[in-house]
């Protein structure tokens, strides 16, 4: 049996990878969603195994001694991660889909090289700002941290297969597809 592809989406927060991701899944039956392993809290409305595995410290760092992840880092003193198994058992029946940071998506390029790396670019720097506040769920403090790491990652989208821009949402969705489905040509 042949495995799927491996596909890491990647790009600053509020740049929409989550709506993109959305549409792009009702439109191919065949892309399946990579849910990440981590030892915070759940919030929530987040379900296990939907959201997050939500899993304890010992039990991740003990997983991160075995090489049991795909991916990994630590953010906000919790881990995050890709389980390789679910990843692996994932591919056998689509091609499997991954939102993680570009430090993710290095690790995964050397674990898997195979993989698709696509970065997803804002049309402009203001209009992610822009679209962060309009979240409104977000403080002033955490706006001004985002829009500086997302100065960094963009800087990043240069090892990238290939850089998306999401000025429109369904637009976005129907060109990654294009990549999928004919990663050559694009």
């Not at 939500?54 to 049991?68: D, P, T, V």
């Not at 720097?125 to 977000?138: I, P």
């Not at 990654?176 to 050559?184: M, Q, T, V, Y």
Request: glycine share 6%; with cysteine; net charge negative.
């Amino acid at each position: 049996m042949s495995k799927g592809k491996l596909v890491v989406i990647s790009g600053p927060s509020g740049v929409g990878k989550g709506t993109v991701v959305e549409k792009m899944m009702r439109m191919r039956d065949d892309l399946i969603f990579s849910v990440s392993a981590t030892t915070r809290e759940p919030r929530p409305g987040e379900q296990e195994g939907v959201s997050y595995y939500f899993i304890s410290r010992e039990r991740f760092e003990e997983m991160i001694r075995q090489g049991e992840f795909l991916e990994y880092d630590a953010h906000a003193d919790n881990y995050y991660g890709t389980p390789r198994g679910q990843a692996e058992e994932k591919r056998a029946r689509g091609t499997v889909l991954l939102d993680i940071d570009p430090m993710g998506a290095r690790q995964v390029r050397d674990n898997e090289p195979e993989a698709l790396l696509i970065f997803m670019m804002p049309p402009s720097v203001e209009e992610l700002e822009r679209r962060l506040r309009n979240r409104g769920d977000t403080s002033e403090d955490q706006i001004r941290k985002r829009m500086k790491r997302a100065v960094w990652e963009m800087e990043q989208r240069v090892w990238y297969d290939y850089v998306v821009v999401n000025d429109d949402a369904q637009r976005c969705a129907e060109e990654i597809l294009r990549i999928l489905a004919n990663p050559s040509e694009n």
